[in-house]
């Protein structure tokens, strides 16, 4: 199966390359970066660290379409709208890792799958999946006597907050009591904000250094905490389950699927 990779420069980009040429059962078609990136015309295998593979990095989305048979994608959410509009177009398999995807925006992948096979996860770690289980799970059980809160740390260059995963878990809490996430949740606080409302869904976010990705869900109740948490030390736990995802995608119908369908959840 030939993949390409959307986003080849970046961190998660070249971590994906990594795993496709280190898979005896895929061949890399390409990678491509928008135009004007410091990566274009670049080895894909020297900025993955594996050397040097003969295919560099380019800017032309169509030319890669006619190589590979799925592909994957970690950019910005205008990029992955875009890209997703030609994959339509094309019937070309495409898995997005890419968060901060606004609520209209969303509505729109959604539309675009009708026409073709999409899996978009915020995260896609089968750790961190687990974890939005078992946080439904944990919601459904508990009630609204305990208070949700979610914590999320990153490193510094992340710039979306809070992170995909933890709305995610947000969205996870929210199914799990029968309840929006955009009515519940509470994703700033400062100042004299008065008692804490309940059934409320709070968000705390945290920058600094490389940290890969830590995710906390804490139900507080009287006289008692319940901690479900996920910290991730390497990036590759990413790149493995998007590889993994890629390979469960091609071949399947159009639609919108998501990581509990690779892992059977």
């Known amino acids: 199966m030939r993949v390409g990779v959307i986003g080849c420069g970046g961190r998660m980009g070249r971590a994906v390359v990594r795993e496709v040429l280190g898979a005896s059962d ?64 094309w019937g070309r398999p495409l898995v997005v890792g890419t968060t901060g995807f606004s ?43 305990f208070d949700i809160e979610i914590l999320e740390m990153h490193h510094r260059q992340k710039v979306d907050a809070p992170s995909g995963t933890a709305l995610a878990l947000g969205r996870a809490a929210a199914e799990g009591r029968g309840v929006r996430l955009d009515e519940t949740a509470v994703r700033v606080r400062e100042g004299v904000t008065g008692p804490r409302l309940r059934g409320t869904i709070g968000f705390a976010t945290l920058r600094g250094g490389d940290v890969v990705g830590d995710h906390s869900v804490i139900f507080a109740g009287e006289g008692e905490r319940i901690v479900l948490q996920h910290l991730a030390a390497d990036r590759r736990i990413y790149a493995r389950g998007a590889v993994a995802a890629a390979r469960w995608l091609a071949g399947r119908p159009p639609g919108r699927y998501g990581m509990r369908d690779v892992l059977g959840f």
């Open 26 to 89: 895929l061949e890399l078609a390409g990678g491509i970066e928008r135009s004007g990136h410091p990566d274009v015309g670049q080895d894909l295998g020297l900025l993955a660290g594996v050397g040097a593979t003969g295919l560099v990095a380019g800017t032309d989305l169509a030319a890669l379409l006619e190589r590979c048979d799925a592909l994957i994608e970690f950019s910005t959410p205008e990029a992955s709208l875009e890209h997703a509009r030609s994959c339509a177009d």
């Open 103 to 145: 609520a209209e925006q969303d509505r729109e992948l959604s539309r675009l799958a009708e026409r073709f096979p999409l899996l978009v996860a915020p995260n896609m770690s089968l750790g961190v999946n687990l974890l939005l289980v078992l946080t439904e799970q944990v919601a459904r059980a508990l009630g609204p006597d």
